[in-house]
Every structure is written in C-alpha cells, then in structure tokens.
C-alpha cells in the first residue's frame, strides 16, 4: 500500500517516537501498580508524579490541580456532571453551538436532569458576541463552557476575555482545550479558568489518557467514584504507561510550539493556492483568529463526502464538514451555526496539518485538489 498521506492531524496524531520510547518499559519490566507500596510501585508512582509535574509546566497549573483521565470526552463529563452535582442551587449552564459533540450530548443530558441551557449562537466567522454572552449570565449560572479552538474550522474564542467576563458575575468557567493543547500557547492563570480539559492523542501522546485542571479549592464530585485514586477525583488503577506518554508529550508540545509557525506558513500556502486555482472556493473563518493548522475549506457544486473519497482514492487522508443524520447529508452543526450557504456547507473538507507533514505534501494535495473538483463539478453541473 503506498503510505497515505495524512491531513487529517484534528482527527488524531501519531505517537511521537521519543513519547512511545519513554513508555515502553512501563508496559513490561516496570509493570507496578502505582498504589502499591513496594519498590515496584514506588517506581510507577514516581513516574505519575513526574507526569503530572510535565502536564502542569505545559498548562502553568500545580501539580495537585490536575485529574488524570481517560480522554477528552472524560473530561467534558466530569466538568459538566461534575458542576450539575456539586451546586444543587444552580441549575443553568451556558455553551456555545460550536462546541464538540460530546458537548451536545452533556447538554442534551442536562436538560433530561432540569437544567437550564443558553446555547450562543456565532457570527458567520464562527465568532461569540461577548455581549451576548454576559447579558446571559444569570445568579444561578453554575457553569460557562467555550472551546479554546474549534475543531472543524480552527476558530479561536477569546477564552481570557470570556472567563473575565464569567467569573465577575460569579460563574465558573470551562475551557474545552482539546484541539488547543501544543498548537496554541495555553496557560490556565493568564486565562483565569476553573476548568480545562485536553487529551493526549491530539498532541502526539497515546489514546486513551487525558487530563480535567481542576482549579485549586474548587470541590467537583468524583468522576468515578473506587479505589481513591487522583485524589479521590478519579477511581480506578493509574494507566502508568499511558500516563509517562502524556507527560513525555506533554513536555515536546511545550517544546515544538515555536514550530508551529512552519505549521502555519504551510497551511496559509495550501489555502492561498487552492483558492487561486479553484473558483468559488471560501474558508471558513479566514477572517477569525484561527489555529495555525487548520483549514475548513468549501466548494460550491459538490460533495464534501464524494471529494474525500477521491482524495482518498489518491493517498490524500482529509475529513468532511458534513455528518451523516437519518441517512441525509447535512452540513455539521458548526457550519449550520456559521450559516454557511448551504451550496458551499455540502462541499465543505476540513485540511488540518500537524508537525510530521512536508512541504512535499502539501504540493502534492495542491496539485490534485483542482482536477478533483473540477472533475466532480463535471459530473453535476446542474447543482452551481
Ligand atoms: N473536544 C474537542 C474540541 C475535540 O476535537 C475532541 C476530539 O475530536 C474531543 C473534545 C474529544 O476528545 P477525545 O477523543 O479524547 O474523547
């Protein structure tokens, strides 16, 4: 099989080597359990310590803040069941509509428990009105969740500005940071967050191991109640290896941020040629502060789906705008909330590039991707 071509690095990254490398002998000579009080487990227990030191330098958090979990959609659940539980006499949450889907079905699961929900809405650049969102903070608003970085289009809220905002009016404040974490500097004080949550397979560490910033005095109930394990926050043997991979990880994001600038400058020469070899091409969101990676690119008179295909067919590892509801093709809920017209939200692809990818790469997806649209506007020339 000719190796594909990855541009899909929102989806999920590989392990870096020097990651896979530090967690390997975890997984065989040093198999302790952490809790275990003989040298085995001391040593599995240091290695957690040492993790956790490494996730709280990347966010500028104490070590003590930090829930070690399973992935970002813990997190999501332990923020939001997490605040529903432990403030019985606040019973509204505010969100916005382009959040992940996880947190539509958190809101979805609040409504059924009588919550109250304000969903904020963005402007066609993917934008929040922040007059909107304080005049929607009420005295029994227990929680404000914005994410730092949208995961289709890479639009960027102003989450210092946002959190400001909340906590005046005595809201706490929730940062779903997932797509954030290793391309954006992220730093829980200057952003002045309760709550934060990312996952380590978005930034070149392992799947399955993630992290809830719980800030310092803030009381949530336990997301898994068992064996008191990360202070009673979190039941349930400590996943060691995984862990010494999110650390690991945790420390290269660190490292690799200046990086991200080659990231950038590919990404903005992938757009610029694509838009200048294709007529009625947008990107989403051009206009908005953006992660340095990402691009939702639309095409009128055409399938999102059917171009993914074709990329596919040619080595080329791309997502759609689009998700797949009763059998229809409907533009995501991002795009819908964008009210991107739906001739370009049907042909919508979403481009995101990560550190392992080439210049070479992206001339070669520069060069296919015209003749591909072309191609399949040929075959519907009736829908332009
Ligand atoms: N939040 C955002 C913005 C995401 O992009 C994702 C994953 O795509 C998640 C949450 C869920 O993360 P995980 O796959 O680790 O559960």
Known sequence: MQAAVCLDFNATTPCAPEVLE?????????????????????LSDGAVVHARNEVAALLNASPAELAFNGCG????????RG?????PAKRHFITTAVEHAAVHALVAWLRQHGAEITVLGV??????????LEAAIRPDTALVSVMAANNETGVCFPVAEIARIAR?????????????????????????????????????GPKGVGALYIRRGLRLKPFMVGGGQERGRRGGTENVPGLVGLGRAARLALERLPAMDRVRALRDRLEAACLDAIPEARVEGAAAPRLPNTSLLSF?????EALLLRL???????????????????PSQVLRAMAVPADYARGTIRVSLGHPTSSDEVDGFIQALPRMVEALRALNPFER
């Open 22 to 42: 530090a967690m390997l002998p975890w997984f065989s000579e040093r198999f302790g359990n952490a809790g275990s009080a003989h040298a085995l487990g001391v």
């Open 123 to 132: 402007d066609g650049q993917g934008g929040l009105d922040l007059g909107e």
């Open 83 to 87: 605040a529903f539980e432990a403030f």
């Open 168 to 204: 005046a009016k005595g809201a706490l404040v929730h940062c779903d940071a997932t797509q954030a974490i290793g391309k954006l500097p992220v730093d829980v004080q200057a952003w002045g967050v309760d709550l934060l949550n990312l996952s380590a397979h978005k930034f070149h």
């Open 312 to 330: 596919d067919g040619a080595g080329f590892c791309v997502s759609t705008g689009s998700a797949c509801a009763t059998g229809q093709k409907e």
């Open 300 to 304: 009128k008179g055409l399938e999102g």
């Open 73 to 80: 959609t813990e997190g999501l659940n332990h923020a939001f």
